[in-house]
């Protein structure tokens, strides 16, 4: 009986990355089982100059290599072929676009967590460690190539980013990619999701540089960007960090009343719906990975009627973070129980 409730209730959820933009998701279901590139090719060409769609479709499109054939480890070398990927074999034809490139260095990035695993670092082994290092010394080779072909575009320089926190650099070279990064796009949404991340506590950062950054950005950005949910995506991070690293047996309920306790993260809360949800500028790339994160800080601190239009909003469209970060609980069932709360108090 459980079961049958269960299949019932996740076909009202869909976890495609690529959610409701047909156009992405088509592509990235001929790329990676049609072996078609051609509407991947044409979906992210369209995106030149539109840098909030285009840093979204490099990362869906690149992803989608993840678990395919092109990151299948030799059992025998421990090594994932970087030439069988489709993204491996477009770069190849295509040595001169920035297109390639820039999805290639992306899926070398994807596959190379998928060695790893996404567990805590003391849970890896040293043959893991040294191939995610490889994966990722070859990606920056290829985001290099892709920010040369076009140094006007902002994308590269967010991935170089993103390097940065994976391989745990240096202050001041990860300062010098984010002035590079905010020169080309001041606003730059996936930009400053990855500079939130280097400030996370878990990259060797700290709650009160991650939380000061965030607010510091949510008080200058216009009204209607996503960045005034950038302080919420901080909580979450500081929630999963306290549940899992600082306080080892403390529940879930109890990181939600500190959440709900604090005066400056119910704010932080007042602000995205206000600043934000309220009145959108206009549906960016990532709207539905915001909305789930702005309906999981309400959701963890009792907000149920706020939450409720948020949930409307969302629809189907769960994401596996921040949902799976809710201590003890599958990211999917959680999601479904926050819903049919908001559902209630609507």
């Known amino acids: 009986m459980f079961s049958t409730v269960w299949r019932l209730l996740t076909r009202q959820i869909d976890t495609n990355p690529a959610q409701d933009d047909a156009v992405l998701r088509e592509a990235c279901t001929q790329a990676r089982y049609g072996s078609d590139d051609g509407p991947a090719r044409a979906a992210l060409a369209a995106t030149r100059g539109d840098h909030d769609r285009r840093a979204r479709y490099v990362r869906v499109l ?87 072909l076009a140094p006007e575009d902002p994308t590269p320089w967010a991935i170089r980013l993103d390097l940065m926190v994976d391989q745990s650099a240096a202050p001041e070279d990860v300062e010098e990619t984010w002035r590079e990064l905010i020169q080309r796009d001041q606003w730059h949404q996936e930009g400053h999701v990855q500079k939130l991340t280097y400030h996370c506590r878990k990259w060797s950062g700290s709650h009160e540089a991650m939380f000061g950054f965030a607010r510091s950005v949510a008080a200058t950005a216009p009204a209607g ?46 602000n995205a719906l206000e600043q934000w949800f309220r009145r959108p500028a206009g549906r960016h790339a990532d709207w539905l990975n915001d909305l789930n994160f702005l309906a999981y800080g309400l959701a963890r601190t009792g907000r149920h009627a706020d939450a409720a239009p948020v949930f409307a909003s969302i629809g189907r469209y769960v994401t596996g973070v921040p949902w799976a970060w809710w201590g003890g609980t599958r990211g999917d069932a959680a999601f479904i129980r926050a819903r049919r709360r908001a559902r209630a108090a609507a």
């Open 62 to 148: 690149a992803e989608s290599t993840a678990g395919g054939l092109g990151s299948r480890i030799d059992r025998t070398t421990g090594r994932v072929d970087t030439d069988a990927a489709w993204t491996d074999r477009w770069a190849a034809r295509s040595p001169t676009n920035p297109d390639a490139q820039l999805v290639r260095a992306r899926s070398l990035m994807a596959r190379a967590w998928e060695v790893r695993g996404e567990d805590w670092a003391a849970t890896v082994r040293p043959e893991q460690w040294a191939e995610f290092g490889r994966l990722l010394h070859l990606a920056g080779q290829v985001n290099d190539l892709a920010m040369r």
């Open 225 to 270: 960007s996503p960045l005034h949910v950038l302080p919420v995506r901080a909580a979450a991070e500081w929630a999963l960090w306290e549940q899992e690293r600082e306080t080892p047996g403390v529940t879930a309920e109890e990181i939600g009343q500190r959440w709900q306790q604090d005066p400056v993260m119910r704010a932080d809360l007042d």
